[in-house]
């Protein structure tokens, strides 16, 4: 008896420190929520902030997501050099993750059974789910297409649209309520949504606010440009017949400058990065340039981001051009060597840059995501 205790007390022992700081919401589903305070949103000078092994959503401007194989975590603050232990995290086992988007700070999460699930980024608490289509599990080590592309999962506003199969659901991201659903047409495929607040696929175009379909689009398919992450609040297309069009009012603008398959737009410019400068059009007639060859990463908050060639961020102001920041994308202390960009996400304060090695056949170092304040 005395040795059947000393075996078994261990086990019981190991059993209960497992335990310990977990909380169990279904069989498949396991929560660590944050025991720790949200972190405070700061403003900090230009200039890099750290990196990160895997790709971070950021969220409410103060915290990270991140998205694993079967979960969803986060930790933070923003600026913190390196990942840090998760803050919270979520796991649904055997579940693959297939996406996540967030608004304000609800993080919406999807799963292949189909499943959405909204939760509270403060406190990695669930606030609310609903069943779906099944939906395809995401690939890639860092995490990237899940957190800034998820296939079928967009925001607008105060509302996530959800789309599988032909189905386009619209619920508020706060407390899940559904606000409209309808059934595509064949050929429509996962679209993208407008700054203008439309979504739109190959088929036609909805109203987000409505669901109701929208007349006298050009033809499809499209090609989105001037995207936020999600691919949504996107400023422009291309269509079928690659004639660029301004998407940031309730009809598109024709806009014959976006026709360039290597010009994008923000609001209401037209970003064209060709001839060794970067020149902003507005209605067909030029605004500002600025000197020196560039990607145009985006535009958020009265700023035009670009990645210049020597693979410095320069922060533009977007009504005039004049030139706001300029620092190199390396962390201190970081090898510096060329690399590429593969992708992005651009908030009011933050930018974080997915970097390719020289030849894009791997990462940039084991932590390839720079992230950086504007």
């Keep these: 008896m005395i ?163 032909r189905q386009l659901t619209a619920r508020a991201a706060a407390d899940g309520t559904p606000r409209w659903a309808v059934t595509l047409p064949p050929g429509c495929g996962d679209g993208f949504v407008t700054a203008g607040g439309r979504y739109v696929c190959a088929a036609g175009a909805w109203d987000v606010l409505t669901g109701h379909p929208v007349r006298g689009w050009p033809n499809g398919p499209f090609s989105a440009v001037g995207c936020d992450v999600a691919r949504s609040g996107c400023a422009g297309l291309r269509d079928g017949s690659g004639q660029g069009w301004l998407t940031g009012g309730r009809r598109p603008e024709r806009a014959p400058r976006l026709d360039a398959p290597d010009a994008t737009a923000a609001g209401d410019l037209v970003l064209s990065p060709a001839g060794g400068a970067v020149t902003a059009f507005r209605a067909g007639r030029e605004v500002w340039r600025w000197a020196g060859a560039a990607r145009v990463l985006g535009a958020r908050a009265g700023r035009v981001v670009l990645l210049a060639a020597d693979l410095r961020a320069v922060v533009l102001d977007a009504a005039t051009g004049a030139q706001r920041a300029a620092f190199p994308l390396y962390v201190p202390d970081e090898r510096v060597e060329p690399w590429q960009p593969d992708a992005w996400q651009l908030t009011d304060g933050f930018l974080a840059v997915q970097r390719l090695g020289p030849d894009a056949g791997g990462f940039y170092t084991t932590d390839p995501v720079v992230v950086a304040a504007l």
């Design 3 to 165: 040795r059947l205790l000393r075996v078994v007390v261990p086990v019981v022992v190991l059993a209960a420190s497992v335990l310990i700081g977990w909380r169990v919401l279904a069989p498949a589903e396991v929560l660590e929520p944050a025991t720790g305070a949200y972190p405070v949103a700061v403003t900090l000078p230009p200039g890099t902030t750290g990196k990160t092994t895997m790709a971070p959503l950021i969220v409410d401007g103060r915290i990270r997501v991140y998205a694993g194989a079967r979960l969803v975590k986060a930790d933070g603050p923003v600026q913190a050099e390196t990942m840090y232990t998760p803050l919270w995290s979520y796991r649904r086992w055997p579940q693959r993750l297939a996406g996540v988007v967030a608004v304000a700070a609800t993080v919406v999460t999807r799963w292949s059974d189909g499943e959405v699930v909204a939760l509270d980024g403060r406190t990695g608490e669930p606030v609310w789910r609903a069943a779906g289509p099944a939906a395809g599990s995401f690939t890639g080590r860092t995490g990237s297409a899940a957190v800034w592309a998820p296939p079928g999962l967009h925001t607008a506003g105060t509302s996530v649209l959800i789309a599988g199969g």
